[in-house]
């Protein structure tokens, strides 16, 4: 039996990667809050370095296209409706975070860490509001028609994808269990 744990502890144990929503719409005025929370994420650069994509309502037409444009034409004549269904019904919104490339590669690690923590604390604070999130970094991320088709400009990185929706509490996913710590851990005393 798992202990009890206050605040912070609770939420970063108890939350889930959520694949199914249930379709009710996500009010942008809680998205935009989450992201006003969410971008206190460190990050070693003078100016943040992410920017967002945000598609929501029927802006999700726009996200669910770009993506069918990547599929190959058997991929898309065998999913291509349903994938659309579900970008464009299913899933409230959806959030691309971006950002610059970097070649030096100390700089790349930092705007890259300093992304994935603004991903960790927006799921986080999600979960705290019964919104669930996955984050995918799917082929297409990667695909220069979908980096256009979405305005992602020359010279940036995708760091993730994220679906946002409420969820049906009773299908949320078990845990998965972790490794001991003592048994990931060299310790100098």
């Avoid at 299913?90 to 700089?107: C, D, F, Q, S, Y």
């Avoid at 990667?142 to 009773?170: C, M, N």
Wanted: one cysteine or more; charged letters at 25%; glycine letters at 6%.
């Amino acid at each position: 039996m798992m202990e009890t744990r206050p605040g912070i502890a609770a939420t970063v144990r108890e939350r889930r990667t959520i694949n199914q929503f249930n379709g009710e719409p996500v009010p942008k005025e809680m998205i935009m809050e989450l992201l006003e929370d969410a971008v206190w994420a460190p990050f070693h650069s003078r100016k943040e370095p992410w920017r967002f994509f945000l598609f929501m309502g029927e802006g999700r037409k726009k996200f669910s296209d770009a993506v069918l444009a990547t599929y190959p034409k058997e991929q898309l004549e065998q999913y291509g409706e349903q994938v659309a269904h579900a970008y464009c019904h299913t899933v409230p919104v959806h959030l691309v975070v971006a950002i610059t490339e970097e070649p030096r590669p100390n700089k790349w690690e930092e705007a890259f860490s300093a992304a994935s923590a603004l991903i960790q604390n927006l799921q986080l604070l999600a979960w705290e509001r019964k919104i669930g999130v996955v984050w995918k970094t799917n082929e297409y991320n990667w695909d220069p028609g979908f980096r256009q088709a979405i305005g992602v400009k020359p010279g940036e990185k995708i760091v993730g994808t994220l679906h946002l929706g409420y969820f049906d509490e009773s299908k949320v996913p078990r845990p998965k269990p972790r490794t001991p710590v003592s048994e990931l851990l060299t310790l100098f005393e």
